[in-house]
């Protein structure tokens, strides 16, 4: 059973940053692809940032391109996201997720609330 675990959300001031990372167990091998995904309150999950395990082709929410970083350390199956310039419409509960050949992952979810 894989388990994903976030950390590193916050509160922050605007044009703030914050660095999310995502731990995750069990081998790299079978991921197909990693993401981060974002949920604020009455509205759908929505894709932030998904990094291809093949070649690490990484695309980005139009929303965040050139505020957010996705990258990854194989060494220890991590995932982080390093957000800059935060903005209020940034605030939401951010999840990582693993879509590997035994199913789909996703990790608890750590809060990020962007407010002065």
């Known amino acids: 059973q894989v388990q994903l675990v976030e950390s590193g959300g916050g509160l922050v001031q605007p044009g703030g940053s914050l660095r999310l990372s995502c731990a995750a167990s069990?081998?790299?091998?079978?991921?197909?692809?990693m993401g981060w995904y974002r949920q604020a309150p009455g509205k759908v999950r929505e894709l932030v940032a998904r990094?291809?395990?093949?070649?690490?082709?990484?695309n980005y929410a139009d929303s965040v391109k050139g505020r957010f970083t996705a990258s990854r350390d194989n060494a220890s199956n991590t995932m982080y996201l390093q957000m800059n310039s935060l903005k209020p419409e940034d605030t939401a509960v951010y999840y990582c997720?693993?879509?590997?050949?035994?199913?789909?992952?996703w990790g608890q979810g750590t809060q990020v609330t962007v407010s002065s």
């Open positions: 069990g081998s790299i091998l079978g991921i197909i692809v």
């Open positions: 997720n693993q879509v590997r050949i035994s199913g789909d992952y």
């Open positions: 990094i291809t395990s093949r070649g690490g082709t990484i």
